[in-house]
């Protein structure tokens, strides 16, 4: 018979990209997703008849208990969040909300309706913040520097918690960054990426971002889903830092993207202090020994494959759409 897995966040990258794995394996997929006026589907266009949609609110505990008496799953994955680090600053209670006190609300759904279910909380390197030394493995302590950072923060240790005072199979993956063509616009890997292929195309001229000289370890989401799978099989529960191990800055990242189109980013690229963030976390690197060793898992997409990756998907995206000739 099928494993049942539910994904809160399905519509997101990582809930699109961790359903196509999932299905690959046999499994019955459920999402759930939140009913608003603007419900997108798109990343997951390509198997809506192969998953089954619930409606839920992590703001709503009741929804979230009549979607697992529906889904009855073998697997939960905790993806829903409000995850755009700057908006936590301008909607700090809703991230609260959503990315903290949400997470308590599907461990009681666990706990209450499927308690042998096994249990993955997305924690992000964003934790780690001001970091207390690198690279930043599991035993790291915590310093978060933005309303989203502490969020999560509460979101891991509630996990932790609920592990250890109900017995749930419950495990935290602390993911840094991690990007592909299907990341939101408002991520500064896909902000990158598309602005240089509009300029490219001759539809735009410049490209404002912030600080270019803070550092990210970036990965691939596809390779980043497999570890969150590999998590979930394990005899224990145990948590895990994924990650490359190595660090690029956002001038890199800029440098990349223009460079693959024969672009000079100098000529664009115009920094704007109005998008530097009240508290930045400058650098982040994981040390991902843990998940190698004990998970088999290491990344098959490097940083400089990624970027070229995004770089095309926005370029086909863009000419797939009426528009003026390229630019040199």
């Known amino acids: 018979m099928a494993k049942r897995a539910l994904i809160t966040g399905i519509t997101g990258q990582d809930g699109s990209y961790l359903a196509d794995l999932l299905l690959e394996k046999g499994y019955e997929v459920f999402g759930l997703v939140r009913r608003s006026s603007t419900v997108s589907l798109e990343r997951v266009e390509h198997i809506e008849d192969r998953i089954t949609i619930l409606s839920g609110d992590l703001l709503d505990q009741n929804s979230l208990l009549t979607a697992f008496e529906e889904a009855r799953p073998d697997e939960v994955y905790n993806l829903a969040a409000q995850s755009f680090v700057p908006a936590s600053w301008s909607q700090p209670v809703l991230t609260g909300e959503a990315t903290g006190l949400g997470v308590m609300r599907v461990l009681e759904a666990v706990r209450h309706v499927s308690p042998e279910a096994r249990f993955y909380q997305a924690s992000s390197s964003e934790m780690f913040g001001k970091v207390r030394e690198t690279p930043q493995s599991e035993r790291t302590p915590f310093y978060p520097r933005s309303p989203y950072g502490v969020a999560k923060v509460y979101g891991h240790w509630i996990t932790v918690n609920y592990r250890e005072s109900y017995g749930l199979f419950a495990v935290s993956g602390i993911l840094f960054n ?58 224990e529960p145990t948590d895990f830092v994924v990650g490359t191990g190595i660090q690029h800055s956002v001038r890199d990242l800029v440098e990349l993207a223009f460079g693959h189109l024969e672009l000079d980013w100098k000529k664009h690229v115009v920094q704007d202090e ?9 650098t982040l690197v994981a040390d991902s020994t843990q998940a190698r060793e004990v998970l088999g898992w290491k990344p098959a997409v490097d940083f400089e494959e990624l970027i070229r990756m995004m770089v095309e998907a926005d370029l086909e995206r ?11």
């Open 318 to 328: 863009l000419r797939s759409q009426p528009g003026e000739q390229e630019s040199s």
């Open 178 to 235: 991690h990007e592909s063509p299907r990341r939101g616009l408002e991520f500064v890997t896909r902000k990158v990426t598309d602005a240089a292929a509009q300029i490219k195309l001759g539809r735009a001229t410049e490209l404002r971002l912030g600080n270019l000289d803070a550092r990210r370890d970036w990965g691939f989401a596809g390779d980043y889903v497999e570890a969150m799978w590999r998590m979930l099989q394990q005899e």
């Open 274 to 282: 109005r998008l530097l963030r009240p508290a930045e976390v400058d």
